[in-house]
């Protein structure tokens, strides 16, 4: 009650629209570069604060043309006062940042950029919201492409694309917004309520963050937040966890799994199904992978529910070509081929990635270090012919590598470990970057990761 008193008192008194308020937005990046644009056209009075200084001057100078105070390089003590209304966290701070310790302390309500946005959406607007460990960006995408081809009011936002503040001024009454949700985004949710919401699966990953397993799932539940039997929820009925923290909410439920077949999608004879009905032959998808038709089969019950004609559904599936980051293909080079798997940030997508190909793989592991351990990859490494391992977690890999009997080499950056691995390939080896872990050691975010790795690829004669 004492956290919430100011944001309750705000909504109770009709005066919670981001407008003449006094906002603190800590981190910059590009949830916070949006959030400051759309709150600077609203009358706020707006800190921007963000430790780096290596940040876009272009958008910095737009911010601070726009009246934004653009505070760089440090977290000084004196910025942050009781007389701010709200404190716009970027997903990515933990919540033990002593700026939001100082807010919770005098009762400054912390949100995030996704929160503040929700307030700003037209009415009626439909929200489809995807989280789970793994899959995501994949399935939200899908989701996105699978509406796009019956309705031309469908924006892509959150975690992938832009963030949902970048379309305030775009989105119109009756608009769908498909949005990738993270557990960064949901442990500072308020009122933020979806019209469908998508459960991938749960895994033991972000542990860091969340500080322990029963707390991450936990905030995950917080997708079906305020939802009723008017609401969807598709669960991923293989995954206990998943069953297990669905339970008691009260959304319609939808299930689906590649593994069992008593949901309303399966895998059977080849076939993606949907309630009985053979819907999609496998071998007519570009897209292989049983994880990757868990990902369809979430699309194929959201198009369905909402109205999308099946025969665009299908055409939509079955020529998807993949996400960016996410196993992409790169280029054949010499009867090599590369994949930038940027966005396996932990070993679960790396087992995924790997388990994906039965031909020898040459795979780039490393990142940033958060105590992880590379056991669970010991049973998935059958076609790893080599590890080329950098970063912070350079040396756990290469010591996991060496008591599996697996030749592994230590480099110092991507671009070393690249350039060895494609030196040292053969005739029909897989190059991989699949790296398990995150990229913050050495990178901003994992789409740079990808985009150097596909730079050096590409360089190569």
Known sequence: YIFFSKLWYNIVAGDYMFENKKIFILGMARSGYEAAKVLAKRGNTITLNDMSIDQDLDKVKELESLGVSVILGSHPDDILTPDFDYLIKNPGIRNDHKYVLYANKHHIPVINEIEMAYHLLPKNVKIVGITGSNGKTTTTTLIYEVLKNGSNNVHLTGNVGLPLSGFIDKIKEGDTIVIEIAGHHLANFIDFKTDISVLTNLLPVHLDFHGSYENYINIKKRIFNFHTPKELAIINCGNEDCLKITKDIKSTKMYFSSSIKNGDAYLEDGYICYQGNKIINTKDIILKGNHNYENMMCALIVGIYMGIDIEKIKYTLTNF?????????????????????????????????????????????????????????????????????????????????????????????????????????????????????????????????????????????
């Open 321 to 461: 070509k993949g996400v960016e980051h996410r196993i992409e293909f790169v280029r054949r080079l010499n009867e090599r081929e590369f994949y930038n798997d940027s966005k396996s940030t932990n070993n679960k997508a790396t087992q995924i990635a790997v388990s994906s190909f039965n031909r020898p793989i040459m795979l780039i592991l490393g990142g940033l270090d958060r105590g992880q351990s590379f056991d669970e990859l010991k049973d998935y490494m059958g076609n790893v012919k080599q590890i080329f391992c950098y970063g912070e977690t350079k040396y756990k890999i290469e010591s996991f590598a060496k008591e599996n009997n697996i030749a592994v080499t230590v480099l110092n950056n991507l671009e070393e470990a690249t350039k060895l691995a494609y030196s040292l390939s053969e005739e029909g080896d897989i190059i991989l970057l699949s790296p398990a872990c995150a990229s913050w050691d050495q990178y901003k975010c994992f789409e740079d990761r990808g985009d150097e790795f596909k730079k050096i690829v590409n360089n190569f004669e």
